[in-house]
Nanobody
Framework: QVQLVESGGGLVQPGGSLRLSCAASIFSINSMGWFRQAPGKEREFVTAISWSGGTTVYADSVKGRFAISGDNAKNTVYLQMNSMKPEDSAVYYC???????????????????WGQGTQVTVSS
C-alpha cells in the first residue's frame, strides 16, 4: 500500500518560516508535489518537482518565497516556506505521480497518490 507521510506543519508568525517533509513508500514515482486547501476553497497547486532533471514548478503566489527540494533515492520531498503570509494558511497535501512528463503537473487529477495533509497556520 502506498503511503505518503507528511510532517512539519504548525503555527508560524507572519514573515516566519516553516519546512514540510513528505516521504513516499513507493519507488515507481517520478514527480512529487504540494497542494494546499484553505477552508471554503478549492485545493490548489503550490509546487512540484520532477525527478527527471530536477525540474521544479511553482504557483505564482509562492514564487520567490517557497522552495521545493527532494531526494529521489529516498522518494522524499521537502517544502521550505519563507516570508510566510496569513493567506498561506491551509492544509498542505503531499502528492506523487508516476508520469515522467511534466504535462499536467499543476493539476490535481494528474497525481496518483496523496498524503493525509498537515495543517499550516500563519498568524500573530
Amino acid at each position: 500500500q502506498v503511503q505518503l507521510v507528511e510532517s512539519g506543519g504548525g503555527l508560524v508568525q507572519p514573515g516566519g518560516s516553516l519546512r514540510l517533509s513528505c516521504a513516499a513508500s513507493i519507488f515507481s514515482i517520478n514527480s512529487m508535489g504540494w497542494f494546499r486547501q484553505a477552508p471554503g476553497k478549492e485545493r490548489e497547486f503550490v509546487t512540484a518537482i520532477s525527478w527527471s532533471g530536477g525540474t521544479t514548478v511553482y504557483a505564482d503566489s509562492v514564487k520567490g518565497r517557497f522552495a521545493i527540494s527532494g531526494d529521489n533515492a529516498k522518494n522524499t520531498v521537502y517544502l521550505q516556506m519563507n516570508s510566510m503570509k496569513p493567506e498561506d494558511s491551509a492544509v498542505y497535501y503531499c502528492a506523487a505521480r508516476r508520469a515522467f512528463s511534466l504535462a499536467g503537473i499543476t493539476l490535481r487529477g494528474a497525481y496518483d497518490y496523496w498524503g493525509q495533509g498537515t495543517q499550516v497556520t500563519v498568524s500573530s
